[in-house]
């Protein structure tokens, strides 16, 4: 399997820090959206970024590890803010795709905690894998809300998990099957506060490469005023027979402060 990655995170037109981080590795790719501030926030995701790296060492992964890396996550979120108390209240969202193995069979499990995402576009359709976790989703769960209301919103602010909280947040992760030719997008909310999910399979569909899909989201964030900061992976998958056997190729960029971003 040939996995080829573009991956894009940007400040943003009004933020001047960015606080999101993103993780693309052999065998896991993720997103995590930091909070807490400028020197708590960053810090929070790049804590999860660099727990995804340590695990991601080449060694096969099942879904237990999935769940037990996300528990490590947050416990070392934990741990930093107890040993810097100007860091206290630091969190980070965190979602993802990992390729694991359960029973001789590879699998995508999918992984969330908070309002970062995965969408998967396979057979030209895409189709959303994870549930935000903010009061705007209850709010339509419970059937208060619609989704186009729940789009200007203001509780999609507000998060009912996230990783650096005592109890630990319940994170959700749920396999998919490993099938030929498909795309998936990770991005945090900064993205689908911004671009239209239509909009968003029209990039997936007309921009095999994944480095130009990736850059194309970016733009059209920044087009729609990029209020928020925003980070786009973009895995474009390729099977050959041997589903287990992962090559990645990754263009990646991150800008903290884009010459866009002086164009208000």
Known sequence: ???????QS???RVRDHNEDSFYAGRQIWGVADGMGGQAAG??????????????DNG??????????????INDAIVDYAKRNPLATGLGSTLTGVASVELDAVWHWSVFNVGDSR?????????????????????LITTGQLTREEAVMHPSRFVLTRALGTTPPPQPDVFLLPQTRDETFLICSDGL???VPEQTIEE??????DPGQAAERLIDLTMLSGAHDNVTAVVLVVRHGEDTGDIVTEVDGTTIPRPEMQEKK
């Open 1 to 7: 399997m040939e996995v080829f990655v573009g991956a």
């Open 118 to 138: 995965v969408y998967r576009y396979i057979d030209g359709r895409l189709q959303r894998e994870t549930v935000d976790h903010n009061e705007a989703e209850e």
């Open 10 to 12: 940007n400040a943003g």
């Open 59 to 72: 060694g096969p992964l099942t879904p237990d590890d999935i769940w037990q890396l996300i528990a490590v």
């Open 192 to 194: 689908t506060s911004e």
């Open 203 to 208: 990039v997936l569909r007309d921009c095999p």
């Open 42 to 55: 960053d810090m929070a995701s790049t804590i999860v970024t660099e727990q995804l790296r340590a695990r």
